[in-house]
């Protein structure tokens, strides 16, 4: 079956500071990818998708890297601010979505 | 506010009580899913409906669990005789059938005594 995992729990950075935020998926044929930022109390929102024919797609401030060789996936977030706190998930979404656990990414001002 | 809907917010029940929790899509979405999330978990499938029907069930926790969604619009999710293992909070989403990103309502967390 379908496998999404995050490799750390939790992150740590520096506002201003570069964050990357990584995901390991399993099922080789999956085609489509989303990340998403869960705020307390809140259902998750979408920040930025990826399809399995790209290897990089830039948003506002956030870039996801496609590996399919080794099937991971990264979310890059530059000049971390404050309101990026939250919990960010990666998940495999066809007909049904597949969601890993979850990074809690804290910004220090 | 034209985003998805979730109601109630919160729900407390004691052990053994039904509950239905109600989900409002964003209008145009012929796609609905639901999904529980446990502390420090991701978002788990449950169930989704194309319309009115019900295209996956499999993933639904046990046969107390049930979704509707009558007319193709709202959608109920039912947990019958619930244990304290079902507190968690419950997503609903919504998409079009044709398209990719898919919208979460606020969800109702749910907390059985």
């Known amino acids: 079956g379908e496998s999404v995992g995050l490799h750390l729990p939790t992150l740590s950075v520096q506002e201003g500071d570069n964050s990357i935020i990584n995901c390991a998926y399993s099922?080789?044929?999956?085609?489509?990818f989303i990340w998403y930022k869960q705020e307390s109390g809140k259902g998750p929102q979408f920040i930025i998708d990826?399809?399995?024919?790209?290897d990089k797609r830039q948003g506002q401030r956030v870039t996801v890297l496609l590996n399919k060789t080794v099937k991971h996936l990264s979310l890059q977030i530059a000049a971390t601010q404050p309101g990026d706190s939250a919990v960010y998930f990666c998940a495999e979404a066809g007909n049904q979505f597949y969601f890993g656990t979850g990074t809690s990414l804290t910004v220090i001002p | 506010d034209t985003g998805v809907s979730q109601n109630p917010r919160h729900k407390i029940t004691k052990r053994g009580q039904n509950v239905t929790f109600r989900c409002d899509p964003i209008?145009?979405?012929?796609?609905l899913y639901w999904y529980r999330q446990t502390l420090g978990q991701g978002p788990e499938f449950l169930t989704y409906?194309?319309?009115?029907?019900?295209?996956?069930k499999s993933r639904l926790l046990s046969d107390r669990f049930s979704a509707e969604r009558p007319k193709g619009s709202f959608s109920t999710l039912e947990i019958q005789r619930t244990e304290q293992g079902d507190s968690a909070m419950y997503l609903c989403?919504?998409?079009?059938?044709?398209?990719?990103?898919?919208?979460f309502g606020p969800g109702t967390r749910l907390t059985v005594l």
């Open positions: 209008s145009e979405h012929n796609r």
């Open positions: 990826i399809r399995s024919n790209m």
């Open positions: 989403a919504s998409r079009t059938a044709g398209g990719d990103e898919q919208f």
């Open positions: 409906f194309q319309n009115e029907a019900q295209l996956e």
């Open positions: 099922n080789s044929a999956s085609d489509y």
